[in-house]
């Protein structure tokens, strides 16, 4: 059961609020800070906050912004809003918490926002925190380690080890800069341990030279 009550895809809507951002995933029970100043999405933001609180997080498929109405991934993720806050500029600041992933479906019309008919049925699973109990741990974490020292990245690996392992693989699979392609790939990955031998492939294989130096 989510933390917020959902046992099952039945127990979420099927018409969602879509909001396309490139290179950005959100995994069940993971945490996602958006910054929305746009007047379509302050829009959503009002709209979601006056119902179920629901919005789906999903790439372009094309990996291009600039497109105006951009095709989309086929898999995207299903958010609460949890934190919400407005500035003196009138932008939101809001942190959603991941609930489930969707198989994008039907686009509806009626809104300055997209939004669409989804299904859950082939992530049943997202509701059950996953052990991971076939995941060598020492592996993934010796992989991130080397990742990380080879670019640079200050880390807390104390607090890394205390985390579940299922926590480690989605935040690292968040927050490295690995390109859109390689992102959608870990989001569509059916199972814990399939995701994590597609993060330490990405994660060995390295990184642009130029990419953020951050991981905290």
């Given at each position: 059961?989510?933390?917020?009550?959902?046992?099952?895809?039945?127990?979420?809507?099927?018409?969602?609020?879509?909001?396309?951002?490139?290179?950005?995933?959100?995994?069940?029970?993971?945490?996602?800070?958006?910054?929305?100043?746009?007047?379509?999405?302050?829009?959503?933001?009002?709209?979601?906050?006056?119902?179920?609180?629901?919005?789906?997080?999903?790439?372009?498929?094309?990996?291009?912004?600039?497109?105006?109405?951009?095709?989309?991934s086929d898999v995207?993720?299903?958010?609460?809003?949890?934190?919400?806050?407005?500035?003196?500029?009138?932008?939101?600041?809001?942190?959603?918490?991941?609930?489930?992933?969707?198989?994008?479906?039907?686009?509806?019309?009626?809104?300055?926002?997209?939004?669409?008919?989804?299904?859950?049925?082939?992530?049943?699973?997202?509701?059950?925190?996953?052990?991971?109990?076939?995941?060598?741990?020492?592996?993934?974490?010796?992989?991130?380690?080397?990742?990380?020292?080879?670019?640079?990245?200050?880390?807390?690996?104390?607090?890394v080890e205390q985390?579940?392992?299922?926590?480690?693989?989605?935040?690292?699979?968040?927050?490295?800069?690995?390109?859109?392609?390689?992102?959608?790939?870990?989001?569509?990955?059916?199972?814990?341990?399939?995701?994590?031998?597609?993060?330490?492939?990405?994660?060995?294989?390295?990184?642009?030279d130029d990419a953020?130096?951050?991981?905290?």
């Open positions: 059961m989510s933390a917020f009550g959902y046992r099952k895809p039945a127990d979420l809507p099927q018409t969602i609020a879509l909001f396309p951002l490139n290179g950005a995933i959100l995994f069940p029970r993971g945490v996602l800070a958006l910054n929305i100043f746009e007047p379509r999405y302050l829009n959503m933001i009002d709209d979601a906050l006056g119902a179920e609180r629901m919005i789906g997080i999903i790439q372009p498929a094309t990996g291009e912004d600039e497109e105006p109405i951009p095709e989309l995207g993720t299903v958010g609460r809003i949890t934190s919400f806050a407005e500035t003196d500029d009138g932008r939101y600041l809001v942190t959603l918490t991941g609930v489930c992933r969707f198989t994008y479906g039907r686009e509806l019309e009626g809104k300055p926002y997209r939004q669409a008919l989804v299904t859950y049925d082939d992530f049943a699973g997202d509701f059950a925190i996953s052990p991971g109990g076939t995941i060598d741990r020492a592996k993934l974490i010796g992989a991130l380690r080397s990742y990380a020292s080879l670019h640079g990245y200050q880390v807390d690996w104390a607090s985390a579940p392992t299922e926590t480690v693989i989605n935040v690292a699979a968040q927050i490295c800069p690995f390109d859109p392609a390689a992102k959608q790939a870990l989001l569509e990955a059916q199972t814990l341990e399939e995701r994590c031998q597609a993060l330490i492939a990405l994660v060995e294989w390295g990184a642009p953020p130096r951050s991981l905290q």
